[in-house]
């Protein structure tokens, strides 16, 4: 019974989240455009699903991944093997990085600019190559980032001089990167973090502080998501730098 009624508030809430989002689209629709909506049917059979859906995943999320990659940190800091927890965080951000399909759109989609823009050649095997090294090049700059943000939680350093730091780089980076990549590098910081990630990285990195003596989860257990979108940036920059010459 328990388990029905969190799914009922579930739906409550996922009902309250999406509610501006439809009032905006209602209002500009009706008052600013001043005509029906097109096949209203469909668009509500199709908001029905997305409630559903969006309820499903956020119970899912909290039933599931959350307590499972909290409990596996907590497991790694009883172990006692830091070997162990920082092959599983470089695991678990390549894994879930490279799969990505908003990773594998990005990329194709700048081997195709890359290709009309003459920085590689234009063909299939040439933009199929480009693409998937900067998946790659993603992908493992998420996996590094993913144990930077172990490492820091396990030694107590300040998240603020690491990401002043990094983005310390990253201005350095940009004058000296092809002006192609650029735009590119600094979208993937963006599409690296998907729904999967952010959930087992933030339970990760919460479980991980709550593990350890003298760490405060609020403090040491966040961060991780920030390194995540970080990295990427620099290691984009540094791919098309090398693929350009």
């Not at 809430?13 to 096949?39: E, G």
């Not at 790659?136 to 700059?141: E, K």
């Not at 729904?195 to 991980?208: F, K, Q, S, Y």
Request: proline residues 4%.
């Amino acid at each position: 019974m328990e388990p029905l009624r969190a799914l009922f508030h579930s739906l409550l809430a996922s009902l309250r989240d999406l509610l501006p989002i439809i009032l905006v689209i209602a209002a500009f629709q009706f008052l600013v455009l001043d005509q029906p909506l097109p096949n209203f049917h469909s668009i509500l059979i199709g908001l029905a699903l997305v409630v559903f859906g969006l309820t499903l995943f956020v119970f899912g999320l909290e039933m599931g991944l959350f307590p499972i990659g909290e409990s596996m940190a907590q497991a790694f800091a009883r172990k006692g093997s830091v070997f162990w927890l920082v092959l599983f965080a470089f695991c678990l951000g390549f894994g879930t990085t490279i799969a990505e399909p908003a990773l594998t759109a990005v990329a194709y989609e700048a081997a195709a600019v890359a290709a009309e823009g003459g920085m590689i050649t234009n063909s299939l095997d040439s933009m199929k190559d480009y693409a998937l090294g900067l998946r790659l090049s993603v992908a493992l700059s998420v996996g590094v980032a993913i144990v930077l943000g172990v490492v820091r939680i396990l030694k107590g350093w300040p998240i603020h001089v690491i990401i002043i730091g990094g983005y310390a780089i990253i201005v350095v980076l940009t004058a000296f990167a092809p002006e192609s990549i650029i735009g590119v590098a600094y979208d993937s910081g963006g599409v690296t973090t998907s729904t999967i990630t952010v959930p087992l990285v933030t339970a990760l990195g919460v479980g991980l502080a709550s593990s350890i003596k003298g760490r405060n989860p609020m403090i040491d257990g966040f961060g991780l998501i920030a390194f995540a979108s970080l990295l990427p940036i620099m290691f984009v920059m540094l791919y098309g730098m090398w693929v350009a010459g």
